[in-house]
């Protein structure tokens, strides 16, 4: 240790809430430490793992959209030479499951289809051979006699009186309702000056992570599992392979390898996992599946389609009275995480805007599409994209601004929506302010040239859910800290990193708690038999917040036990605060008392029988209300310029103004930023889903174009920085509410530009051409 | 989907080329940079028992030009390779700025000009320039060797004048005429990076303010890539007003008989079509005055 590395004067780093003196790691921009793996192609995802013996499964889908299974025969497919196990419906216990726990109901799936099938891709038959050729063989000598029914394939056909029932329990197709009430709506719309009421309806897209779904289980003499899984809730995992196989809960280990991408699509027990782990034991080989990008995208869970009507209310002046939402979800065939969805797309139809009266009516609706399913936003895209857009048109009728109507409107800290949340930290009307800044807003909303203009959106997003659907006893995420006489730390979480960078952000906060360098930090990670339970997992910008609490609950533990020695070694005052920083523990008011960090716990060590130096910490959000603990806040702006004799909409540049809190890591909310513009892009403008009858059309990636890097606009963007007393540092969410304000900003420009008003995504060139007078 | 059972040969020669084919050329597929062939193979598309790989073969990637002669681009020369060539940026700029729009630097780097016109898709992108240009593919076969014009060698989807045993070695392109002027274009409403919806090759030669030489070609707009032959034909010899580039706008909107597909439906593309015309046959015009 150079004796040039004096520790800092006070203050104390850790203690400093937003940016501390220079060593401090708050807010510095650190690169990923696993990119350099990821780019070399060295990290190991599921897919990559091979282990002895090893099989190769594979799954029959099924071809018709609904029908009655009549009959399975498997014995072609198990005589085939090489193939070593086949399972249907039959041959494995028939449990539902789904992640709502809480709520047993809801719990609609099985692993394998038993009775019936519910759309094409719907899983009814698994396969583990020798190799993939021969898996694939087998399933086509897999004989299924299907009684096909009548099926339906949109919501308003689905809630139809006498349409098929997709699930015998729900009749009418209608699978779970959501209600808000709050605020005297019919004396809102009374009091009006303005009213308008707008149908906007949304599509389905993919995911479209780069790694496909992988999973490969292996089973010990005793029977219990470890299953080696691409998944974003390990703890989920665990939990519902052990519901389905009938096991305890710790009879199945979970392990978490690289995992390229989830964005809400990782988050369930899917039958793969069930079948590789059932397969396994069956064996006594362990068996891998990967399923292919066709069946990703033709089968895969995707963003809900939603129709959502919007009524809102207002004063001549702007100021919004009231508003009534109503959303209808095109489920498919199974809820999967469609509760949730219902539940948000209610919360975010209230968001940002001071609403002082509110009516929300969701509807989860069964159809017979390949079930939908959490993605980036959750319910908040199709909720901010009917909403965004409609504050524009009421801001042009009304003839104000629509950054004034928004700055009128604008939620502010305090604010609440009565029952469900509380705004804690709110830097929206800043973000407004400077955006429209940033933009140039004021100049070129007076100097208007056809095909070209400016569109706004706005944001807010939880950093965390708080309802406990998966009905955990355990916290809601944990960790384990653990120093070492040679000056490291170990960091022990099953927050799960799925290429979004938290594993760099925990470290980051427990070196900062610490006062280590992130070379000091060892991670262990991603394997449920080694991890505290339990993390919830990555999803609804969770992770940082809340895993982030949990590590800092921990580091804190430790800490106090290092300051003792220091105390004692010094002899110190009882009235010295203690410090971590530049790897020694010190006296805040006597810098020059202090000890190396490793020395510390060498001190702690060898007084308690060499007893380890570790403690744990656990983050569950309580009494702060239904959703979560804090909210982001957003405003972005799309510069588009329209091809007039193309149709085509090219956008130019995005402008972002966000407040995320604090901003940990600048470089890691950056990227969060660039993929959320990219996704975001694709939703609206070339990304769908197409359909015909359940049939997905364009499954490959020829057909179902993603923007690449060549279509990205240039992208400027600043933070507010606001301070968040519920999260690390002051930080809250920066992952999923960015990828809101795209759409409704870009259709917004692109109605500035031409006339045309986006009522239904994607907008496209022909939709554009056609307004314009086009006949094509 | 995963790729079938065949056979493989690399052969080192155009003899073993031959000798592998054998009377097995109707089984057979030859492999270039396998960027067409591999995928399609996997879905169905193609069915073969035999694959032949090319790019064993010495001298088949070979790019050569003579100012006297023109160019000829062997069978296994990369798209990235014939890209990148001096003699192509330089003398036929257009072929370059296509090869540009063509899928991605990967693939660039390991497909072939000749794969992707003996793959005889209606997208292929190199083929309406090459034919604006007014090339020519030379035809091996176990005994002789003959040359088509590359306008009527693609003769379907997937479908060529080939017979199943022969084989292109090269594309020929004339010598360079500097007073032809060229230009292609190419559309996707999707994505920078994309099959194209419709593209257009043009060429024309200004003789005293008169259009002459004028060649239209279209892409992704019939079953193979086309040659507008009346647009052009309305444009020949007349003075290059934008009436008349208007009028061989509508009228190459009038020829092409496009499909809907996921980029775009039939009539978005006849529109894209007099759209692109218009800017190719505008861009000709004011590019050189
Ligand atoms: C991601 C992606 C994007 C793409 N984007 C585009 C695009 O934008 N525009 C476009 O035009 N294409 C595109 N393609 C298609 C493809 O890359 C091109 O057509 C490419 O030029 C094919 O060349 P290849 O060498 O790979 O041909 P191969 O796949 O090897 O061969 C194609 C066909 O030609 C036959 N063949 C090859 N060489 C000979 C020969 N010497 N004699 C006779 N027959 C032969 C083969 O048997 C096969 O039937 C794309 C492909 C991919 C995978």
């Known amino acids: 240790m150079s004796e040039a590395r004096t520790p800092p004067a006070a203050p104390d780093p850790a203690a400093r809430p937003v940016s501390g003196p220079p060593e401090s790691l708050i807010g510095q921009r650190l690169p990923r430490p696993d990119a350099r793996a990821k780019v070399t192609g060295a990290a190991i995802y599921t897919d990559d793992i091979q282990l002895p013996g090893m099989l190769y499964g594979a799954m029959l889908r099924s071809p018709v959209a609904h029908a009655l299974i009549k009959r399975i025969d498997a014995s072609k497919a ?54 993939k050729d021969t898996a694939e063989a087998a399933l086509a000598l897999i004989e299924v006699e299907y009684q096909e029914l009548p099926a339906v394939f949109g919501v308003d056909e689905a809630l139809a009186d006498g349409a098929p029932a997709v699930h015998d329990e729900h009749p009418d197709n209608l699978s779970l309702r959501r209600d808000i009430d709050y605020g005297d709506l019919e004396q809102a719309f009374a009091a009006a000056d303005y009213v308008r009421e707008d149908t906007f309806t949304t599509h389905a897209v993919s995911h479209a992570y780069m790694e496909p779904c992988s999973a490969l289980a292996r089973a010990d003499s005793d029977g219990r599992i ?36 989830g964005f809400g699509g990782k988050m369930e027990l899917r039958p793969w996992d069930f079948c590789a782990a059932w397969m396994a034991r069956e064996t006594g080989r362990p068996v891998k599946f990967t399923l292919s990008r066709e069946e990703e995208l033709a089968t895969g869970r995707r963003r809900h389609p939603v129709k959502i009507t919007s009524k809102i209310a207002f004063r001549q002046d702007g100021t919004i009275l009231g508003k009534e939402v109503t959303a209808k979800l095109d489920g498919g065939g199974y809820n999967g995480m469609g509760p949730t969805a219902t539940f948000l797309i209610g919360n975010f139809g209230a968001m940002l805007y001071k609403v002082p009266a509110y009516r929300y009516r969701g509807i989860y609706v069964y159809t ?79 100097a208007k040239l056809p095909g070209e203009g400016l569109g706004i959106a706005c944001y807010s997003f939880i950093s965390g859910g708080v309802f406990n659907w998966f009905n955990t006893r355990y916290p809601f995420s944990s960790a384990e800290v653990k120093v070492f006489d040679d000056g490291t730390a170990q960091l022990t979480t099953l927050a799960a990193d799925i290429g979004q960078g938290s594993d760099l952000i925990l470290c980051q906060i427990l070196a900062e708690e610490l006062g280590l360098k992130i070379e000091d930090i060892r991670l262990v990670t991603g394997d449920t038999a080694a991890c505290p339970q339990s993390d919830l997992g990555t999803w609804g910008s969770r992770v940082t917040l809340m895993a982030g609490n949990a590590v800092r609950d921990a580091a804190r533990q430790v800490k106090e036990r290092l300051a003792e020695m220091v105390s004692l070694k010094f002899d110190l005052n009882v009235i010295h605060e203690i410090a971590c920083g530049g790897g020694h523990v010190y006296s805040k008011s006597k810098p020059s008392r202090r000890i190396p960090l490793g020395e510390a716990v ?159 995504l994607p907008i496209t060139p022909v939709k554009i051409l056609r307004h314009l007078g086009r006949e094509i | 989907m995963r790729l079938p059972a065949f056979d493989y040969h690399a052969p080192a020669t155009l003899d073993e080329v031959f000798a592998a084919i054998g009377d097995r050329g109707r089984d057979t597929q030859l492999l270039a940079g396998g960027t067409d062939l591999l995928p399609s193979l996997r879905s169905g598309k193609r069915r073969c028992r035999q694959v032949v790989a090319l790019k064993g073969v010495a001298g088949l990637d070979a790019i050569r030009f003579d100012p006297e002669t023109g160019l000829e681009i062997g069978a296994c020369a990369l798209l990235a390779e014939v890209q990148d060539n001096p003699a192509v940026r330089e003398h036929y700029p257009v072929l370059a700025s296509a090869i540009r729009t063509l899928a991605t630097v990967q693939v660039r780097h390991k497909a072939t000009v000749v794969g ?62 500097p007073a032809l002027r060229t230009v292609f274009l190419k559309f996707s409403p999707r994505s920078k990076v994309d099959i194209s919806a419709v593209s257009v090759a043009a060429a024309l030669r200004l003789e005293d303010g008169l259009a002459r030489a004028v060649g239209i070609f279209l892409g992704t707009v019939a079953p193979t890539p086309m040659r507008a032959a009346s647009a052009a034909a309305a444009l020949e010899g007349l003075e290059p007003t934008s009436e008349v580039i208007d009028l061989a706008a509508r009228t190459a909107r009038g020829e092409c008989q496009p499909v809907t597909d996921f980029r775009a439906s039939k009539e978005y593309k006849q529109h894209l079509v007099e759209v692109l015309t218009r800017r190719a046959l505008r861009a000709l015009v004011e590019g050189g005055a």
């Open chain 1, 78 to 131: 198990r005589a085939l030479p090489g193939v070593k196990c086949v399972i249907t419906g039959q041959d494995v216990p028939a449990i539902r499951y789904g992640n709502w726990r809480l709520v047993p109901e809801l719990q609609d799936e099985t692993v394998l289809a038993t009775d019936k099938v519910r759309f094409i891709g719907d899983e009814v038959a698994a396969v583990a051979a020798v190799d």
């Open chain 1, 226 to 261: 470890t299953l080696w899984t691409s998944t974003q809730t390990p703890y989920y995992v665990q939990c519902l392979l052990a519901r389905t196989m009938e096991l305890r809960e710790n009879d199945v280990r979970v392990i978490k390898p690289a995992v390229g991408g």
């Open chain 1, 368 to 446: 017979n599409n390949p079930p939908a399913g959490a993605m980036r936003g959750f319910g908040a895209p199709q909720a901010l994209f009917a909403g965004e857009m409609q504050m524009n048109k009421a801001a042009e009728e009304l003839g104000i601004d629509p950054i004034e109507l928004r700055l009128k409107n604008a939620m502010e800290p305090g604010d609440a929506i009565p029952g469900v949340a509380t705004i804690g930290s709110c830097g929206f009307r800043e973000c407004l302010e400077k955006v429209r800044e940033l933009s140039g807003w004021d100049a070129r909303m007076a």
């Open chain 1, 602 to 760: 060498a001190m702690a060590q060898r007084a308690n029988r060499g007893r380890p130096l570790k403690a744990s910490g656990y983050y569950t959000p309580r009494d702060v209300g239904l959703v979560s603990p804090a909210f982001s806040f957003g405003a972005q702006v799309a510069d588009v310029r329209v091809d007039l004799e193309t149709g085509l909409p090219e956008v130019q540049r995005m402008f972002t103004v966000h407040d995320c809190g604090t901003e940990l890591n600048p470089m890691a909310v950056e990227g969060q930023l660039e993929g959320s513009i990219q996704m975001s892009l694709g939703y609206a403008l070339s990304e769908e889903l197409l359909m015909d009858r359940g049939r997905t059309l364009n499954a490959t990636l020829l057909d179902y174009k993603l923007p690449v890097a060549e279509d990205m606009p240039p992208s400027v963007s600043e933070t507010v920085e606001t301070y968040e007393p519920e999260g690390p540092f002051g930080a809250k969410e920066a992952g999923e509410g960015l990828a809101c304000p795209t759409a409704p900003a870009i259709a917004h420009a692109v109605h500035q530009a031409t006339g045309y008003f986006c009522r239904e």
């Open chain 2, 116 to 177: 992707n016109l003996c793959n005889a898709s209606p997208c292929a992108d190199t083929a309406p320039p090459l034919m604006a240009l007014g090339a020519r593919v030379r035809i091996v076969g176990p005994d002789d060797q003959h040359e088509l014009p590359l306008d009527g060698f693609i003769t379907g989807p997937r479908r060529t004048a080939r017979e199943p045993e022969e084989l292109i070695s090269s594309v020929l392109v004339p010598p360079p005429d």
